[in-house]
């Protein structure tokens, strides 16, 4: 794709001579606490809602000022900017930590993350570093076609736990179906992380690893809490953050003790066979450095449970609502797995366009995330104001792959306008290729993208083929909601309706 050098100056406006930073508009730090308490116009709103009400007041750029200790951010609701941005991110690019986990890492367990800072949490050389360590581990291809079988068998014992627990008269999935997915996420990076099975898809509940997701959950509640609602953890350590210090803490502990046991099987396996094999993740983080393998771990878990599951649901939920699409993918799924059981392999994963198709359209009307935000790599001019190197900015694309303007008919779920053949074209009227490259990112872009992003892709599609195969999805309750936060959830009780397909 052309970049337009002369816009990554705003419009040809020179740095030095464009408006300063402090003018672009926006509510000061008075106006939004006061709109905030009782009475005030932003009271009780979502984040989201609030981000529209300001966009209407300030336009497609704002800044909202230095709040409650964290830094001052520039809002910005267009694509050219966000090109803009990714384009001049350098090397390293920088995105925001939460400071908790920060906290955690830096000052709890350092002789672990003192060593090794991680992907999630660090910035810079020490980020690059570890980066350069894991990307050849991660992100090739044969990484993913490796866990074709495993992860395969982990969404059979998914399935199997579906039946177990529909209801059988009424065939509908128990309303906390969202924790049984996420069980589904961790148990699917469990054998990639851990090179474990960690049990959490059994009928007979495992409690080691039952204490590990309910950990995990504490981690995400606590840590929006403190980070996202007035706190004074940073100046005191308040009994929540003790308690998010003693969950993440066991948490580091347990990932050590399922990465040790995991190893004594690998050199037992190593010892006893004499073919050689494909080695794992694990396998080869641990060749690497223990201490990596353990904060990778970490790492994955902590980014790759509720993203997935989160993701997932809305391409069921799509799917439950769009019957029509529903069928024409089943009958892609029906001529790669001819039977109910059938397996994937590898030949079989890349026959299923309109499966992507799906999982690409989902994600565009329910993104994971809200977008993404960067310190600007160097000083930059948008709209004709300075953005100086290391400001923060949120580049705002969920209403923008909600836009008539760049995704025509956008409210629609068509998953044929991401379709590549003219066939497809034919039926489809519209094209995804139409709108501007830099709107539709749900795994983010450049060398600081989402790592497992092909492992994601790998989970959804493997279960959610299995799912349409095996039955006709259906939601009869009012509109699925998405709550708008670090990760969008679902609000709703996830109730569909879940009944066996004859043959
Ligand atoms: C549908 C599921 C997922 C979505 C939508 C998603 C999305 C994202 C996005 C948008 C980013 C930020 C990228 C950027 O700043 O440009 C990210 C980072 C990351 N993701 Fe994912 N992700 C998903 C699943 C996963 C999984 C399964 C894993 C682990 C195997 C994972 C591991 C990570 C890590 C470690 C990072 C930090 C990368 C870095 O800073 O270098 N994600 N993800």
Known sequence: MQVNLESSKGNGIDFSTATPLSEIPGPTAISLIVSSLPGGKFYKMELREVLRSCRKQYGDIMRFPSLFG???????HKPEHFEIVFRTEGQWPVRPVLDTIK????NIRSDIFGVHAGL???QGKKWGDFRSIVNPVLMQPKTTKLYIPIIDQVASDFLGRIRFLRNPTTNQLPENFEDELNKWT????GVIALDTRLGLISNKANEKAMEFIENLKLVFELAFDLEFNISIWR???TPKYKKLMKVLDSLADSAREYIEEAAGKLK??????????EESVLEKLLKIDPIIAQVMAIDMIFAGVDTTSSAFTG??????KNPDKQEILRNEIRAVLPEKDSSFTIEKMTRLPYLRACIKESQRIFPTLNGNVRGAGQNIVLDGYQIPKGTFVAMLSPDLQMDDKYFPVASKFLPERWLKTDEARATCPVSAKAAHPFIYMPFGFGPRMCIGRRLAELEMEILLSKLVRNFHIS???PDLKFKWSTINAPVSKLMFTLVDVEK
């Open 70 to 76: 964290n830094p001052s951010i520039v809002f910005t």
């Open 103 to 106: 906290s955690f890492r830096e």
């Open 120 to 122: 999630l949490h660090s």
């Open 186 to 189: 961790l148990e699917s990076i």
């Open 235 to 237: 100046i005191v350590a």
């Open 268 to 277: 037992k396996r190593k010892t006893e066979s004499t073919k050689d094999h």
């Open 315 to 320: 391409a069921l939920y799509l799917l439950a």
């Open 475 to 477: 939601w009869e309750h």
